[in-house]
């Protein structure tokens, strides 16, 4: 972020979702099936957004998220007294009770829009919101795969290593006969 203290990380291969705050907080980790939505925010206006169809739980709490998030981003427009002021957000909603909003600032001053910082900061925010369009995709996916995962592994339980090593001997027994 702008600030130098709040930011946002991806782990590719555990898909896990750092979120930085400040110094004072710890860093929040989370699985990807953690996150809820991601808002891209450009002078108090949602350009681009992206939320989770399901699991159904979600779709409530989506709602309140959704209503929180668009008093956070009035909020700004009321403290901003600059004419000239750009500012571009990206707000990530992450399934958590106690702090579901996390905000990383990408530009917050006075600046021409279409100039190079607001261009640097538009294209850096644009890239955080698809990594996490992107993660959220993945979030669906496996959500959609896990009840059917759950019923192949009850349905055909795997066999044990017991089990295995019984047919392995049982097949070197049958070549030592044969053989």
Same mark, same amino acid.
């Given at each position: 972020?702008?600030?130098?203290?709040?930011?946002?990380?991806?782990?590719?291969?555990?898909?896990?979702?750092?979120?930085?705050?400040?110094?004072?907080?710890?860093?929040?980790?989370?699985?990807?099936?953690?996150?809820?939505?991601?808002? @891209? +925010?450009?002078?108090?206006?949602?350009?681009? !957004? &992206?939320? &989770?169809?399901?699991?159904?739980?979600?779709?409530?709490?989506?709602?309140?998220?959704?209503?929180?998030?668009?008093?956070?981003?009035?909020?700004?427009?009321?403290?901003?007294?600059?004419?000239?002021?750009?500012?571009?957000?990206?707000?990530? +909603?992450?399934?958590? %009770?106690?702090?579901?909003?996390? +905000?990383?600032?990408?530009?917050?001053?006075?600046?021409?829009?279409?100039?190079?910082?607001?261009?640097?900061?538009?294209?850096?925010?644009?890239?955080?919101?698809?990594?996490?369009?992107?993660?959220?995709?993945?979030?669906?996916?496996?959500?959609?795969?896990?009840?059917?995962?759950?019923?192949?592994?009850?349905?055909?339980?795997?066999?044990?290593?017991?089990?295995?090593? %019984? !047919? @392995?001997? !049982?097949?070197?027994?049958?070549?030592?006969?044969?053989?």
């Amino acid at each position: 972020g702008t600030d130098g203290l709040s930011g946002i990380a991806v782990n590719d291969q555990t898909l896990r979702l750092c979120l930085l705050k400040n110094p004072a907080i710890p860093p929040q980790l989370l699985p990807i099936s953690g996150l809820v939505g991601s808002f @891209l +925010v450009n002078n108090g206006e949602i350009i681009a !957004k &992206r939320l &989770r169809p399901g699991p159904k739980a979600l779709i409530s709490f989506q709602a309140i998220m959704h209503s929180n998030v668009e008093r956070l981003i009035s909020s700004w427009q009321a403290t901003s007294s600059a004419h000239d002021n750009q500012r571009i957000d990206l707000i990530v +909603v992450i399934h958590d %009770e106690d702090n579901p909003l996390h +905000v990383v600032n990408f530009l917050d001053m006075e600046t021409k829009k279409g100039g190079i910082p607001y261009e640097k900061a538009l294209g850096t925010a644009t890239h955080w919101h698809n990594v996490l369009d992107g993660l959220i995709f993945q979030a669906d996916q496996h959500a959609r795969l896990q009840p059917e995962l759950e019923q192949e592994e009850t349905e055909s339980p795997l066999p044990s290593v017991a089990d295995e090593l %019984e !047919k @392995l001997l !049982k097949l070197q027994s049958a070549d030592w006969q044969n053989g």
